[in-house]
């Protein structure tokens, strides 16, 4: 089957990811964005073997690979004496490993280069300004339509509207998004402002009673990455990019090591940003005839287990094998929700899980040790 129209909704990592794939198995793919500008906002994220297996098979992994940061190991630390808990080993063991690259990247620059290449194979495959607002289907194919007044018609449609999926609410009439209880901070420093200590042990996550804070070099060890979270009963505000106060990280972690004082020290003005961290339980189905879900939009991750957009890219890189293999498109989505929907659900289950761990000063299991890194999208049978 080639001769299938497919909407993607969003035109973030995940949305991105799955045109990308489906353009490479031969099919027509027009992305929605609800923005007017096609930007990735955020710091940075962990791109690990399972997912580079499908972006250097997309055709985009080199350009990744030149703008991020190699890791050289990461140190669990305890919060307050800064004793080294856990090694985990650098990027070169999982290279020999896995037959992939574990990378530290910026998330703009990952986005930049998924969307150069999907519109490097139809420049007019993007548009901008079109924030989804519902859908009907029929036995030949599915309209869309979005709030400026457009309406499209497609053969299949892909919800990648993110956590807030409109989607995922007009396919299944969710339940709305919780708070979870925690909160979270998060900067961009630039590493030569940085004391030599932390420079040297780049990649550090300290782990406390109900906190944890995590730093990681990125874009060539030209800045570190900065987040952190915390408990905290309630929380109103919406919005991902509140901007925050150095006093107030200071205080709440006051208690952590020097180097980490140090670190939030640096941060310069207008540079500090706050969230609260919502969730949604896993979808016990995530596909409804010819409309499904991906990444964020089907199964939610918490920032726990490292994984949120490893999980989305997977998914992308699935769904286009999936419509290469099936008859129709009923046939694709049913292939792919029988792939990924087990691991994918399960690796949101316990990411909640490794939040827990680390908020009691323990290292808890990563993502290599319960096997995720042992997949890879491109192979895996379907």
């Given at each position: 089957?080639?001769?299938?129209?497919?909407?993607?909704?969003?035109?973030?990592?995940?949305?991105?990811?799955?045109?990308?794939?489906?353009?490479r198995?031969?099919?027509?793919?027009?992305?929605?964005e609800?923005?007017?500008?096609?930007?990735?906002?955020?710091a940075?994220?962990?791109?690990?073997?399972?997912?580079?297996?499908?972006?250097?098979?997309?055709?985009?992994?080199?350009a990744?690979?030149?703008?991020s940061?190699?890791?050289?190991?990461?140190?669990?630390?305890?919060?307050?004496?800064?004793?080294?808990?856990?090694?985990?080993?650098?990027?070169?063991?999982?290279?020999?490993?896995?037959?992939?690259?574990?990378?530290?990247?910026?998330?703009?620059?990952?986005?930049?280069?998924?969307?150069?290449?999907?519109?490097?194979?139809?420049?007019?495959?993007?548009?901008?300004?079109?924030?989804?607002?519902?859908?009907?289907?029929?036995?030949?194919?599915?309209?869309?339509?979005?709030?400026?007044?457009?309406?499209?018609?497609?053969?299949?449609?892909?919800?990648?509207?993110?956590?807030?999926?409109?989607?995922?609410?007009?396919?299944?009439?969710?339940?709305?998004?919780?708070?979870?209880?925690?909160?979270?901070?998060?900067?961009?420093?630039r590493?030569?402002?940085?004391?030599?200590?932390?420079?040297?042990?780049?990649?550090?996550?300290?782990?406390?009673?109900?906190?944890?804070?995590?730093?990681?070099?990125?874009?060539?060890?030209?800045?570190?990455?900065?987040?952190?979270?915390?408990?905290?009963?309630?929380?109103?505000?919406?919005?991902?990019?509140?901007?925050?106060q150095?006093?107030?990280?200071l205080?709440?972690y006051?208690?952590?090591h020097?180097?980490?004082?140090?670190?939030?020290?640096?941060?310069?003005p207008?540079a500090l940003?706050?969230?609260?961290?919502?969730?949604?339980e896993?979808?016990?189905q995530w596909?409804l005839?010819?409309?499904?879900?991906?990444?964020?939009?089907?199964?939610p991750?918490?920032?726990?287990?490292?994984?949120?957009?490893?999980?989305?890219?997977?998914?992308?890189?699935?769904?286009?094998?999936?419509?290469?293999k099936?008859?129709?498109?009923?046939?694709?989505?049913?292939?792919?929700?029988?792939?990924?929907?087990?691991?994918a659900?399960a690796?949101?289950?316990?990411?909640?899980?490794?939040?827990?761990n680390?908020?009691?000063?323990?290292?808890?299991?990563?993502?290599?040790?319960?096997g995720?890194?042992?997949?890879?999208?491109?192979?895996?049978?379907?």
């Amino acid at each position: 089957m080639t001769d299938c129209d497919i909407a993607v909704i969003g035109a973030g990592i995940g949305g991105l990811t799955a045109a990308l794939s489906l353009q490479r198995h031969g099919f027509t793919v027009s992305v929605y964005e609800q923005t007017a500008e096609l930007r990735e906002f955020g710091a940075g994220l962990v791109v690990t073997p399972n997912a580079m297996h499908a972006l250097d098979a997309l055709g985009v992994g080199r350009a990744i690979i030149d703008a991020s940061s190699v890791s050289r190991g990461l140190l669990f630390k305890h919060y307050k004496s800064g004793e080294v808990l856990r090694r985990q080993p650098p990027g070169d063991y999982y290279k020999s490993k896995y037959g992939a690259s574990h990378l530290l990247v910026h998330r703009g620059d990952l986005h930049a280069a998924l969307s150069a290449a999907v519109l490097a194979n139809d420049r007019n495959c993007i548009h901008l300004d079109h924030a989804f607002s519902g859908l009907c289907q029929g036995e030949s194919g599915v309209t869309a339509h979005f709030a400026n007044g457009a309406t499209i018609r497609a053969d299949a449609l892909i919800g990648c509207d993110g956590y807030r999926s409109t989607v995922r609410d007009r396919l299944f009439g969710s339940p709305p998004v919780t708070f979870t209880g925690q909160v979270s901070f998060r900067a961009l420093v630039r590493s030569e402002s940085l004391p030599e200590e932390i420079r040297q042990q780049a990649e550090c996550l300290y782990v406390g009673p109900g906190r944890m804070l995590l730093h990681y070099p990125l874009r060539n060890r030209a800045l570190m990455n900065v987040v952190a979270h915390a408990r905290q009963d309630r929380w109103e505000a919406e919005g991902w990019a509140i901007p925050a106060q150095r006093s107030e990280f200071l205080q709440r972690y006051s208690d952590f090591h020097p180097n980490v004082l140090q670190l939030i020290e640096a941060i310069e003005p207008n540079a500090l940003f706050k969230w609260g961290l919502r969730d949604r339980e896993p979808l016990p189905q995530w596909t409804l005839g010819r409309v499904s879900t991906l990444g964020d939009a089907a199964h939610p991750m918490s920032p726990f287990l490292g994984q949120g957009a490893v999980m989305a890219i997977e998914d992308g890189m699935v769904l286009g094998r999936c419509f290469a293999k099936a008859g129709t498109a009923e046939e694709a989505l049913t292939l792919y929700e029988t792939a990924r929907k087990p691991r994918a659900n399960a690796a949101q289950l316990y990411s909640r899980e490794q939040g827990a761990n680390l908020q009691h000063i323990d290292p808890g299991r990563g993502a290599e040790a319960i096997g995720l890194f042992n997949y890879n999208p491109t192979t895996v049978p379907i």
